[in-house]
Nanobody, 126 residues
Framework: QVQLVESGGGLVQAGGSLRLSCAASGRTFSSNAMAWFRQAPGKEREFVAA??????????LYPDSVKGRFTISRDNAKNTVYLQMNSLKPEDTAVYYCAAGRGGNIKILSTFYDYWGQGTQVTVSA
């Protein structure tokens, strides 16, 4: 059974930092693009970050809302993806989801991603 399990969420003050982890089990995703999405109450799921895979290099992509503050990384040996979040703002409050894509290239549409974690809550207080 394939599982993605997020951890590391919590309550933090504005300006603080959190590091989310997403551990995969049941299969390896070392050749797949991985991403983080978030969903705030009453809002649609939003793309947050993605990291690609290729035999020669990896690339990352962020929307303007988190660029320069969030960093996605992966440890293929541990089958784990991370999201380092710095300078957090109250508008970053949401449930954060990890997702595994169908191939190695980055996509920002959630429909590209076949496997999803259960989500971890991030709450940023003003």
């Amino acid at each position: 059974q394939v599982q993605l399990v997020e951890s590391g969420g919590g309550l933090v003050q504005a300006g603080g930092s959190l590091r989310l982890s997403c551990a995969a089990s049941g299969r390896t995703f070392s050749s797949n693009a991985m991403a983080w999405f978030r969903q705030a109450p009453g809002k649609e799921r939003e793309f947050v970050a993605a990291i690609s895979w290729s035999p020669t290099s990896t690339s990352t992509l962020y929307p303007d809302s988190v660029k320069g503050r969030f960093t996605i990384s992966r440890d293929n040996a541990k089958n784990t993806v991370y999201l380092q979040m710095n300078s957090l703002k109250p508008e970053d409050t949401a449930v954060y989801y990890c997702a595994a894509g169908r191939g190695g290239n980055i996509k920002i549409l959630s429909t590209f991603y076949d496997y999803w974690g259960q989500g971890t809550q991030v709450t940023v207080s003003a």
